[in-house]
C-alpha cells in the first residue's frame, strides 16, 4: 500500500515538474509565424494579365484576412504587397488581422498609380525585395511568395522609361537572389511556356525546388490556399538532443519525488508513534452520570459528619 503510494507521488511530480519545464522551454523559444510576399507586375510586358492577377492576390488576400487567429496565439503573420515595375516597392504591409480591416480598392488604386514605372520590369531588384522581406531563421519563420508576372526581365538603364531589350526567352539576370530563395516557397503565375521552361531549369540547377512556375493556361485553373498555421521545424539531431534531455530531466525529478515521497513518509511514521505513545498511557477517571462521588475522609479530631457539638451542663440548667 505504501510502495504505491510512493510510486504513484513520485509519478505525478515527476508529470508535473516535466509540463513545467517544457512550458517555460515553449515561452521562451520565438513564436512561429508566416511571413507572405504578394508581388504583382505592373509593367506593360504584363498589362493584359494584370487585373485576372490582381483579383486572384485579392482572393488570396481574404482567404487570409478570414483565418481564425486564436487569442493565445503570439506568433503574427506579416503580410507584404509589392508592385514589380521600373523600380519595385512595398505599397502594403502589415499584420494578419489587420487584413480584415484593408480596403482592396485602395491597394488597387496604388498599383495603377504606378504608371510612372510601368514601361521597364526589373525582375532582379523585386525578387531581391520580397527576399530581403522574407529575412529570418526558417526554423520559425515560414516564408511564402506569390508572384504574378511573367519573369519578363527589362530592367531599366540610365531612365526609367529607357529599359535594357529583353531576350527571348528572358533568362535570371546575375542578381536574382537564388540563395535567399533556397527555404521560400515561391509560386509563379501567368508565365509564358518557354519562360517556364527555361527557368525552370535554372532552379533546378541552383538547387530552388519550391520554385512552382504556372503557365498561362495553368493559372486561371490554380486555386489559392492560404497558407497553413506556421509551426517549429526540428532537425532530426534536435529532436534525438531534445529526447535525451528531456530524459534526463524526468531521471532527476524522479529522484527528487522519490526524497521528497520518502522524507513525507518518515515523517507520517515519527507523528503515528507519537501519537500511539501517548495513547498508551494510564485514562483519567471521572465520575460519568449517575455515579455517587466517594466520601471524603473526615480528618483527625474532626467531628462526623451529621453530629451536634456536644454543650456544656451549665448552659443546658440555664434554658
Known sequence: MLK????RCIAWLAAALALMLLSLDVHAAPQ?????????????????????????ASQLLDAMSQSKIHRWEKGVDQIFIVSLDAMPEVIWQGLRRELKTLDRNEWIARFKARTDYSKCTDIGAGFVL?????????KYVKKYLFAFTDLVDEPPMDSIWKCKKPRRPSLPPETFPWENLQDVSVSVFWAPPDQKLAWARIAKEKGVATFAIHTTSESAQVKLAPPPKARVTFT????????????????????WGLYVVLGFVF???????????????????????????????????SPPQGARPPQTPGRSQQH
Open 4 to 7: 504505491t503510494f510512493a510510486s
Open 32 to 56: 512561429p509565424i508566416n511571413k507572405v510576399v504578394v508581388m504583382v507586375d505592373t509593367s506593360g510586358s504584363y498589362k493584359g494579365r494584370q487585373m485576372e492577377a490582381i483579383q486572384k
Open 130 to 138: 520580397a527576399a530581403n522581406l522574407l529575412e529570418g531563421d526558417s
Open 236 to 255: 532530426e539531431e534536435e529532436v534525438q538532443a531534445n529526447r535525451a534531455r528531456y530524459a534526463g530531466i524526468a531521471g532527476s525529478v524522479a529522484t
Open 267 to 301: 515523517l507520517a511514521v515519527i507523528i503515528g508513534l507519537a501519537g500511539r505513545r501517548r495513547g498508551n498511557g494510564p485514562p483519567s477517571r471521572r465520575p460519568g452520570p449517575g455515579m455517587v462521588p466517594p466520601l471524603r475522609r473526615p480528618l483527625p479530631g
